[in-house]
Antibody, heavy 117, light 112 residues
């Protein structure tokens, strides 16, 4: 069974940093792309970032470029999102999502990040 | 960026009746590899999204056959043949043809 379990969310002040983690199991993590997608309270889905299977290629939404860094440790089956210079508008549930056959297929339960003073 | 526009934004449906949601992209979703990476997601209240349909018309594992997808190029449709109570939620179309991946605004399906 595919499982994606996010952790690391919480309350942080504007300008602060957080690192999200996503522990993956039930599939060969090192073979697949991974993504982060976020959802502000009561709002729709917004794609944040992508990383390819070996970590050599990444993409970011313009809204987070230069502030967020996606990475992965295939030996630990773990995906990361380092978030720096956080803004109030980064407040959202952050989902770890697996890249499947030309789609994004399995989603974690999400971790809530709240940026507030 | 590819803009995904869904209609309607809200859809009250009677149990057992069909429902249909449309999604239009601002550019063709045909990838250079010949595939069209248009998917549909369902988000039930309080739950993470769940993949229903990928590459226009392929049902994901465990998805009931009352869900179907169709379309081509820039116009796509999700159909539910007979709505059940568990289908209540928000439905999103999404494209994975080019970065950044983008989502439609969401269509709220509710029971009349």
């Amino acid at each position: 069974e595919v499982q994606l379990v996010e952790s690391g969310g919480g309350l942080v002040q504007p300008g602060g940093s957080l690192r999200l983690s996503c522990a993956a199991s039930g599939f060969t993590f090192s073979h697949l792309w991974m993504h982060w997608v976020r959802q502000a309270p009561g709002k729709g889905l917004v794609w944040v970032s992508y990383i390819n299977s070996d970590g050599s290629n990444t993409h970011y939404a313009d809204s987070v470029k230069g502030r967020f860094t996606i990475s992965r440790d295939n030996a630990k089956n773990t995906l990361y999102l380092q978030m720096n210079s956080l803004r109030v508008e980064d407040t959202a549930v952050y989902y770890c999502v697996r890249g499947g056959d030309g789609s994004i297929d399995y989603w974690g339960q999400g971790t809530l990040v709240t940026v507030s003073s | 960026d590819m803009v995904m526009t869904q209609t309607p934004l809200s859809s009250p449906v009677t149990l057992g009746q069909p429902a249909s949601i449309s999604c239009r992209s601002s550019q063709s979703l045909v990838h250079s590899d010949g595939n069209t990476y248009l998917s549909w997601l369902q988000q039930r209240p309080g739950q993470p999204p769940r993949l229903l349909i990928y590459k226009i018309s392929n049902r994901f594992s465990g998805v009931p056959d009352r869900f179907s997808g169709s379309g081509a190029g820039t116009d796509f449709t999700l159909k539910i043949s007979r709505v059940e109570s568990e289908d209540v939620g928000v439905y999103y179309c999404t494209q994975a043809t080019q970065f950044p991946y983008t989502f439609g605004q969401g269509t709220k399906l509710e029971i009349k």
